[in-house]
């Protein structure tokens, strides 16, 4: 990791760059987040409130201090804008099981940067060797994001029940040689 403008930088990719959040970034979540074409395949299908999005940046701090990962603020290396958010975060601790996730703002979706962060950061998962394969689940609905996940490798496995939901989930394990 180094710094670059006084913020972590995590991650780096031809035209992405991925950093930890800071504390008063509430306003880019909510942002990101307010909309229903960016939260209606997630838990709730409905625009986050203020509080829901205090409460995920709070959750994101914490994993990162205790997991060493969690989902970071997406930038354009061009310019600097908030694209939106990427990362891995430890779903089921027992099984040291890591589930990748992202969203990005609607006026930045087609340009390639959901497949370019994915297959970025599974490098970087494996290249740190969090553990040896990650999961991703999307909305039956969600065939972009299904795309995507198969895009970078990923491989179908059993779907996982989440809020009364089946979703198809998807696995990818790391090169072991």
Known sequence: MRSHNDRTVILETPRLRLVMWDRDDVGLVLHLHSTIGTTRYMSGGAPWTRERCEERLTRWFGEHTRDGTTKYKVLSRDDGRFIGRAGISLYNRQENEFELGY????????????????????????????????????HPENAVSQHILTKI????????LIDGILCPTFELTADVG
């Open 153 to 160: 490798g990923m491989r179908s496995r059993t779907p996982i």
């Open 103 to 138: 969203a990005l703002r609607e006026e930045e979706w087609g340009k390639g940067y959901a497949t370019e962060i994915a297959r970025a950061l599974a490098d970087w998962f494996f290249g740190k060797r969090f553990a040896t394969h990650l999961i991703a689940f999307t």
